[in-house]
Structure formats: structure tokens, C-alpha cells
């Protein structure tokens, strides 16, 4: 019986033990792999990990928490590999390109920064995107506080023929690829 997180009760769904600890124990071995010239294992991929639902499963909100930190090791890492290869400038030039592309996209006019869901389906709110994409334009632009939390955790109310999820989530990831790149 694994006990690297609290569980849920057993009446209530929380992540696949299993599932966890066995990308738990890859994770591990992918880090510990420090001299490997091809990573195994990449911040991006920690983000999109996703795990299978159980009753009494891991509490989701400690093993999110966990690949949180998890995906910032790897980050570091990724940053520190980068920064051998490229130098600490060109490093930064990467990530002011990949910054200027995002901002391109969410300097467009409101209700127009992203393709619009179908027309039978529900999208995220303009409007919610909207206000958050400024926050992003701020950060990038004056150095407005904004968090890799409050990018990762960003939740926007449905609303038909609102955003494409799709493409919103995508410039999310890369506004955290830029922040972690950064740090």
C-alpha cells in the first residue's frame, strides 16, 4: 500500500495510485539521468500529464501540487542546459522571440485574440480571456506581477461560441514556457 499522498476517501475520486507512482518512479529516473544528452522526460510533458480518475485515490490537489514542483525542477534543468549551450543572452533572446509570437497574438482587438468554438458548442468567455490576456500583455510588457501559478491555474467560464479551448490553452503553455525560461 503506497502512501506518497494523502488519499481521498474511499467514496470519493481522486488519481489513479498506480498511474501516479509509476510516472512518479519514471520521473525519478529521468531526473537522475543528469548527464543524458536527450532528456527522457520534459517540463512540457510533466504539465500535460494526466492521471485516471478513482475512488480513494491520490488527493488531486496534493499530487497537482507536487507536479507543479515537479515540472519547475525539470524547468530549472531544461534552463541550465540551455544556458550552457546557448550562453545566459542567447538564452533570453529565445525566450523574447517566443514572447514577441504570444504577444502578437494577444495584442489582436478584444473578442478577436483567438478563433471562436462552434457554433453548437461552448468556448472560454471572451470577455474573461480578454482581461486575462492583458494581464499577460502587462507582464510582458511593464513587468506586471503575474505567477506561472496564476497562468497554470487560470480558469475561464464557459460561454458559447466563446474561445477555441484548444488554441487558448496552447498560448497559456507558452506563457509559461517563457516565465519558467526566465526565471
Known amino acids: 500500500?503506497?502512501?506518497?499522498?494523502?488519499?481521498?476517501?474511499?467514496?470519493?475520486?481522486?488519481?489513479?495510485?498506480?498511474?501516479?507512482?509509476?510516472f512518479l518512479k519514471d520521473a525519478r529516473r529521468a531526473y537522475d539521468a543528469a548527464?543524458?544528452?536527450?532528456?527522457?522526460?520534459?517540463?512540457?510533458?510533466?504539465?500535460?500529464?494526466?492521471f485516471v480518475m478513482q475512488k480513494g485515490g491520490y488527493s488531486p490537489r496534493h499530487v497537482d501540487a507536487a507536479m507543479e514542483r515537479?515540472?519547475?525542477?525539470?524547468?530549472?534543468?531544461?534552463?541550465?542546459?540551455?544556458?550552457?549551450?546557448?550562453?545566459?543572452?542567447?538564452?533570453?533572446?529565445?525566450?523574447r522571440q517566443d514572447a514577441q509570437v504570444i504577444l502578437d497574438r494577444l495584442l489582436r482587438p478584444a473578442n478577436e485574440k483567438f478563433r471562436r468554438a462552434g457554433s453548437l458548442t461552448t468556448g472560454y468567455s471572451r470577455k474573461e480571456v480578454d482581461a486575462f490576456a492583458q494581464r499577460i500583455v502587462s507582464y510582458f510588457q511593464e513587468g506586471t506581477a503575474?505567477?506561472?501559478?496564476?497562468?497554470?491555474?487560470?480558469?475561464?467560464?464557459?460561454?458559447?461560441r466563446g474561445y477555441d479551448e484548444t488554441q487558448v490553452d496552447l498560448v497559456l503553455d507558452g506563457v509559461i514556457d517563457v516565465m519558467l525560461a526566465v526565471r
Open 1 to 22: 500500500m503506497s502512501n506518497t499522498f494523502p488519499r481521498t476517501k474511499r467514496s470519493v475520486f481522486g488519481y489513479n495510485v498506480e498511474q501516479v507512482e509509476d
Open 70 to 95: 515537479l515540472e519547475d525542477a525539470f524547468a530549472q534543468r531544461e534552463r541550465d542546459r540551455n544556458a550552457a549551450q546557448l550562453g545566459a543572452e542567447g538564452l533570453l533572446q529565445l525566450a
Open 35 to 50: 548527464d543524458a544528452e536527450t532528456p527522457q522526460l520534459v517540463s512540457k510533458e510533466i504539465r500535460h500529464t494526466a
Open 146 to 160: 503575474v505567477t506561472v501559478d496564476e497562468v497554470r491555474t487560470a480558469v475561464f467560464s464557459p460561454e458559447r
